[in-house]
């Protein structure tokens, strides 16, 4: 269907498509973890034996878009992405305080990320995998900055879809995708005992586990040791940048889930030369 759309038609609607797409993330990456404290926290009572709490119906659609300071209702109009948050220079039309510049980031990234696959990868069924896969992992990325939480209500799909997609559109890798599910598991799975063994201390969570195996399932065990070579490299520079430009966050626990995800969508977008390229250096 797309593949019959005029390039006049299609990248403005890819680009409206990715904006629509990045505001919806947005939603995710702010409830999804107040979704799951709550039901902890519920859990944790019904266990204790205590009373249940009578909380306000709280979920992805319900309640409406609102300030997340005020908690006033957010017009339609000024929620439509980017112009909205333009439109009101990034504060909100009733307190008048300034919202997280992160609803635009997320919307732009969102655009960026759409055109980038559809670019690579062209309009197709198998190009829709792709970019629900880069966009799952541009909420786990912002979840975990914000947080230090990988959802498994994230994190176990885009594993599955991994698989899917390999047993739909490239059944020849699907052998590598399962030892890539298993082998991501186990290799963090692994490091993090040895740490703990050594030093006492936990160097991750059990969600980089899981974000390491979707990861192997959608690239193969063959991109393992380069996707840990790029999320290892990228969080060390960004690691001295920020303790060198903010003294004060030093030794402070730096999640490792974004900087996984960055590698996964240069892997994802640029896999096939990169994977030339680092073959060619061991080589």
């Known amino acids: ?147 230090q939480l990988l959802p498994d209500a994230i994190t176990l799909p885009l594993l599955w879809a991994g698989l899917t997609y390999h047993l739909l559109f490239q059944p020849l890798m699907l052998q590598s995708a399962v030892i890539g599910a298993m082998a991501g598991y186990l290799a963090l799975w692994g490091f993090y005992w040895l740490f703990k063994l050594v030093t006492g201390k936990e160097g991750m969570g059990y969600g980089d586990f899981k974000l390491l195996a979707a990861l192997g399932a959608w690239l193969g065990w063959q991109y393992l040791p380069l996707l840990l070579i790029l999320s290892a490299g990228v969080g060390a520079l960004v690691g001295i940048a920020v303790q060198l430009a903010m003294p004060r966050l030093r030794g402070a626990p730096m999640p490792f889930g974004p900087f996984l995800a960055m590698a996964g969508w240069i892997a994802l977008l640029a896999g096939t030369p990169l994977m030339a390229w680092y073959q060619g250096v061991l080589l």
């Open 1 to 147: 269907m797309f593949a019959d759309l005029s390039p006049a038609i299609l990248w403005p609607l890819a680009t409206v498509l990715g904006l629509c797409l990045g505001s919806f993330l947005n939603v995710v990456i702010t409830r999804l973890p107040v979704i799951l404290m709550l039901g902890w926290r519920a859990e944790a009572r019904e266990s204790l034996e205590l009373d249940v709490e009578e909380q306000p119906r709280f979920n992805l659609m319900s309640p409406p878009s609102q300030c997340p300071r005020c908690e006033s209702p957010i017009a339609w109009h000024d929620n439509i992405p980017l112009l909205g948050y333009a439109k009101r220079r990034g504060k909100c039309a009733h307190c008048g305080k300034r919202i997280s510049p992160q609803y635009p980031l997320i919307e732009l990234a969102g655009a960026a990320l759409t055109l980038a696959v559809l670019a690579i990868h062209g309009p197709s069924l198998a190009t829709l995998f792709v970019l629900g896969a880069c966009l799952a992992l541009l909420a786990l990325a912002a979840i975990d900055f914000r947080t």
